[in-house]
């Protein structure tokens, strides 16, 4: 038995809050596991003040989130540890795909990620092209897998003024993860803000308009 793979158009959504046209700046928002894009953007209306272009790309594998038929409910993935190589290439193509659609030259651009969106960020500013000014890892980790001694990963992620955002309370996000994260950083020479809060595994709004503040655009 061979594994073989083939290319294939499909179509992707994304969810979008503010005006492209009247945008001073963009973020791009990536979910975490099980969640849709729909209901992640919903946390980011506090940002919409006729500035900011949100768009909330969802991930390419849709499941359903229990067996019971009377539910039903529906969440989406950015990729599993099945042919894993693959599915990242796919997830930069598509994020860059989506970044070219919504953010005009020389509009700033900041990638979030929340959860398992946080490795998809990350990736996704370290191995793709486009031009990312400011990287927010939320409630997740740089992924281990990123080699950081790659001068070209290091220098993208040296541009893209890289944020640390964790709660106290996170269950997922221990001290050992943040502290093991931080070490990596700057045994590369990444410089990084940290934003620690009391809360847990969250998109906490008045850190989320802090951090919004401090963009300096």
């Keep these: 038995m061979r594994e073989q793979h083939l290319s294939v158009s499909r179509t992707a959504r994304y969810f979008t809050l503010g005006t492209r046209e009247r945008a001073r700046e963009v973020w791009i928002v990536c979910h975490g596991y099980a969640q ?11 940002l919409d003040d006729g500035g900011r272009y949100i ?16 539910e039903r409910r529906v969440g989406a993935s950015w ?10 290439d796919d997830y930069i193509a598509y994020l860059e795909a989506v ?21 998809t960020v990350c990736r996704w500013a370290a191995l793709g ?37 964790y709660g106290h309370a996170d269950p997922y ?11 990596r950083l700057r045994s590369h020479a990444i410089p990084y803000t ?14 989320l308009r802090e951090i919004a503040a401090a963009s300096g655009i």
């Design 36 to 46: 849709l894009a729909a209901r992640f953007l919903e946390r980011f209306r506090a």
């Design 55 to 70: 768009v909330a790309p969802e991930g390419l594998s849709r499941f359903y989130l229990t067996e019971r038929p009377a």
């Design 79 to 88: 990729m599993t540890r099945e042919d894993r190589l693959r599915e990242i």
């Design 99 to 119: 970044c070219r659609a919504v953010a005009g030259p020389g509009i700033p651009v900041t990638a979030l990620g929340f959860s398992q969106g946080t490795a």
């Design 129 to 165: 092209a486009a031009p990312i000014h400011r990287l927010v890892v939320w409630g997740g980790e740089v992924p281990p897998d990123l080699d950081l001694g790659v001068a070209r990963t290091a220098e993208r992620l040296r541009a893209a003024r890289l944020t640390l955002v």
């Design 173 to 183: 996000v221990t001290p050992k993860i943040v502290a093991a994260t931080e070490e």
């Design 194 to 207: 940290r934003v620690p809060f009391d809360g847990g595994h969250e998109i906490a709004e008045p850190v």
